[in-house]
């Protein structure tokens, strides 16, 4: 009979050093651990290097391999402070010496972070839930907007990426993560042209009413069937293209549309607030609105997995009709401790004013760029939060996939991590940690300069 015992003789040992149990074992090459990884670890990676460097630690903006090398880390959109920060991991140690426990009991450090996060939302979005991740936080948003509207329906933006559990799944119909998204989709999600403005439908500036009559037409097929809408859920910048901007007035005009049908706006800031643009801390104030429901998640924990959905008191308490929320881990100790000095260290060390500073610098840098080189179609984004678009052709857009992957395997030869992304594998999202100094944006303009000048 399998017991408990059975089990522990099964484990297999400690290989790595880094893991802390056997010094003096030798560290498994790269090839091995791939091999392990490959073997037992689930998650499939795509975009993934087929010989990945074997990462054992970083600093600031930097990782290094076992061998010592050093790699610009341009994709890291949780580690947000940078890696290694000296003050973050004795707060943490702390913490952890102290007391870490299931989120049912009461302690400081709960109280005193969500009150942090409540006081950086605008006015009246006072109440704060603490997760795991920004799935976690889409999924509870999504049943705080069934919950207080009593309908089912939400819209979303196709091509949006929103999480991999049911619901934030659901509202997920990015087919570069998921090719099936749109026909495995429920019946109460309903997808809308995404405001993309440098390719689709409506390409140009000037195409915001376009774009809100999708979000209309959907509000009507809604009416004529006779069923109600529970909310709208949208990235205040379109992430997953690479950091387009919303038209100007699009979240205005469509949130006023969603509250006349007694929908709740969700702004899923999961990627993009926090600083992360530099010239503001949420996605949202770029457009001028207030969202009903804020999720949050990534950089807040700079690694730690946390996530938050912040919202009105009234929307809050409306999860009781839908049955209750709990989470074991959600807003432990040491996630609370973590975040609260995530938040002291960006405000230290001015991290949301270098977003700003060196993502414009670098943005320069990036359309100096696409002057020289047909293949850079596009740099949207703004503060350290920007999409380069490799295109085949300025007319008919026609993306450069191919050249997009070979291209981020050169960088990776000369030293900078990066993948490609969007719909059609054609972006290069840059992300990097917010602590990102000026000599690093050079090197990386610098390196895809080299690229792309080895004949694209
Ligand atoms: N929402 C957005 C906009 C995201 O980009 C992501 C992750 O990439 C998520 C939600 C899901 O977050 P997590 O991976 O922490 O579950």
């Known amino acids: 009979?399998?017991?408990?015992?059975?089990?522990?003789?099964?484990?297999?040992?400690?290989?790595?050093?880094?893991?802390?149990?056997?010094?003096?074992?030798?560290?498994?090459?790269?090839?091995?651990?791939?091999?392990?990884?490959?073997?037992?670890?689930?998650?499939?990676?795509?975009?993934?290097?087929?010989?990945?460097?074997?990462?054992?630690?970083?600093?600031?903006?930097?990782?290094?391999d076992v061998t010592g090398r050093a790699y610009l880390d341009m994709v890291n959109n949780v580690t947000i402070l940078g890696h290694g920060h000296p003050r973050l991991a004795r707060a943490a140690g702390r913490q952890w010496s102290l007391l870490n426990t299931n989120s049912r009991f009461h302690?400081?450090?709960?109280?005193?972070?969500?009150?942090?996060?409540?006081?950086?939302?605008?006015?009246?979005?006072?109440?704060?839930?603490?997760?795991?991740?920004?799935?976690?936080?889409?999924?509870?948003?999504?049943?705080?907007?069934?919950?207080?509207?009593?309908?089912?329906?939400?819209?979303?933006?196709?091509?949006?990426?929103?999480?991999?559990?049911?619901?934030?799944?659901a509202v997920s119909t990015s087919i570069a993560d998921n090719p099936q998204a749109l026909e495995t989709r429920p019946?109460?999600?309903?997808?809308?042209?995404?405001?993309?403005?440098?390719?689709?439908?409506?390409?140009?500036?000037?195409?915001?009413?376009?774009?809100?009559?999708?979000?209309?037409?959907?509000?009507?097929?809604?009416?004529?069937?006779?069923?109600?809408?529970?909310?709208?859920?949208?990235?205040?910048?379109?992430?997953?293209?690479?950091?387009?901007?919303?038209?100007?007035?699009?979240?205005?005009?469509?949130?006023?549309?969603?509250?006349?049908?007694?929908?709740?706006?969700?702004?899923?800031?999961?990627?993009?607030?926090?600083?992360?643009?530099?010239?503001?801390?949420?996605?949202?104030?770029?457009?001028?609105v207030v969202p009903d429901i804020i999720t949050i998640a990534k950089g807040m924990g700079n690694g730690q997995p946390l996530g938050a959905v912040i919202t009105r008191r009234e929307i809050a308490d409306s999860l009781e009709k839908e049955g209750y929320f709990f989470s074991s881990a959600g807003g432990s100790p040491v996630s609370c401790v973590v975040g609260m000095t995530v938040l002291d260290i960006m405000r230290d060390e001015a991290l949301q004013e270098n977003a700003r500073d060196t993502g414009d610098y670098l943005k320069s840098r990036l359309h100096a760029l696409g002057q020289r080189f047909p293949l850079v179609g596009a740099v949207h984004g703004m503060g350290l939060y920007l999409g380069l678009e490799f295109i085949r052709d300025r007319e008919t857009l026609e993306p450069a996939t191919e050249e997009t992957a070979a291209i981020c395997d050169r960088l990776l030869d000369l030293g900078v991590i990066m993948q490609p992304t969007g719909d059609h594998l054609n972006v290069l999202k840059i992300k990097p940690p917010l602590c990102l100094s000026r000599e690093s944006a050079d090197f990386f303009a610098d390196m895809l300069e080299k690229v792309l000048c080895e004949g694209w």
């Open 1 to 64: 009979r399998p017991g408990h015992a059975a089990a522990w003789s099964r484990l297999a040992p400690s290989p790595s050093p880094l893991l802390g149990v056997d010094l003096d074992a030798p560290a498994p090459t790269s090839r091995e651990l791939l091999e392990k990884r490959q073997k037992s670890f689930a998650r499939p990676q795509k975009n993934y290097y087929a010989e990945p460097p074997q990462i054992e630690r970083g600093w600031k903006e930097h990782m290094f």
């Open 107 to 169: 302690y400081a450090a709960v109280a005193e972070f969500s009150d942090r996060l409540a006081s950086l939302a605008p006015d009246g979005l006072d109440t704060v839930f603490l997760v795991n991740s920004g799935s976690e936080a889409v999924d509870l948003a999504l049943r705080l907007a069934w919950a207080h509207s009593g309908a089912r329906n939400i819209i979303s933006l196709l091509e949006a990426y929103h999480g991999w559990t049911v619901a934030s799944d």
């Open 187 to 288: 019946g109460w999600v309903h997808p809308v042209t995404a405001p993309n403005t440098y390719r689709g439908p409506f390409r140009g500036a000037s195409s915001t009413a376009d774009y809100v009559a999708r979000v209309e037409a959907a509000l009507e097929a809604l009416d004529l069937v006779g069923e109600g809408l529970a909310g709208f859920i949208c990235e205040s910048v379109y992430g997953n293209a690479g950091g387009i901007p919303l038209p100007p007035g699009y979240l205005s005009e469509v949130y006023a549309k969603v509250r006349e049908r007694g929908g709740v706006c969700i702004a899923d800031e999961v990627q993009v607030g926090y600083g992360r643009l530099g010239h503001y801390f949420w996605g949202f104030e770029e457009q001028g």
